[in-house]
């Protein structure tokens, strides 16, 4: 067995509005920041994982991503996986 | 001036209690997932900056950082720039 660290990065789809990015736009331009434009907030979520194998975890967090994780009908997600120790 | 694609990420500091990774964690072990730990939840904000020079970019993205994406006593952050186009 393996421990393997996992980021999981999950995002708006285009189109979907996103307030908080929207939030953070106005928030950017306000201060002075005024070449920043296309703001998007999402989530980034880390784990370990203990596994036998890369593929196990893939198909772990592929898994999770379907069953709660992600909304696919608002949002898209990626992942990177590396081995631990 | 160039276009630039950036990414920064925003986690927890160690030590910092994250609830919201708590019941990721929780919901993950009760639907079968049981090899998961140390789940945390973080920000993943994504934007567009026009700048002179990646240099440029960096400057702006720890100052913005500094100033009001980050609180620095509970969260950590780092940075991903790339050139578009």
């Not at 189109?15 to 703001?39: I, R, T």
């Not at 784990?47 to 592929?62: D, Q, Y």
């Amino acid at each position: 067995m393996g421990r393997y660290s996992v980021k999981v990065f999950i995002t708006y789809k285009k189109g979907v509005l996103d307030p908080q990015g929207v939030a953070v736009e106005k928030a950017a331009h306000q201060l002075g920041f005024k070449k920043v434009k296309n703001v998007r907030v999402g989530k980034l979520i880390t784990m370990e994982v203990e596994a036998k194998s890369k593929e196990e975890v893939e198909r772990e967090i592929k898994e999770m991503a379907e069953k709660f994780l992600v909304n696919p009908v608002i949002e898209d997600y990626s992942y990177e996986i590396s081995k631990e120790g």
